[in-house]
């Protein structure tokens, strides 16, 4: 059985250019019932990353993608 987000810790790090980025994103997820960490930046990242839990999980998740392919 899948845990629910308030027991799931998320710690986003952002390895991109665009400022704020991790926080916007902290916010996102603890809005959707997630515990986080305090979000920072990391110089490395591995690939992009995409955490998908339902409908709105999904098109939240695609809305964050899209963004970042315009660079907004």
Request: charged share 15%; aromatic share 4%; proline share 7%.
């Amino acid at each position: 059985m899948p845990l629910s987000p308030a027991e799931v810790t998320v710690t986003v790090l952002n390895g991109t250019g665009r400022s704020g980025l991790a926080g916007e994103t902290s916010e996102q997820l603890g809005e959707r019932g997630y515990t986080v960490g305090d979000p920072g930046n990391t110089r490395e990242s591995s690939g992009p990353a995409t955490i998908v839990y339902g409908p709105k999980g999904y098109l939240a998740a695609q809305s964050v993608l899209a963004q970042l392919r315009r660079g907004s």
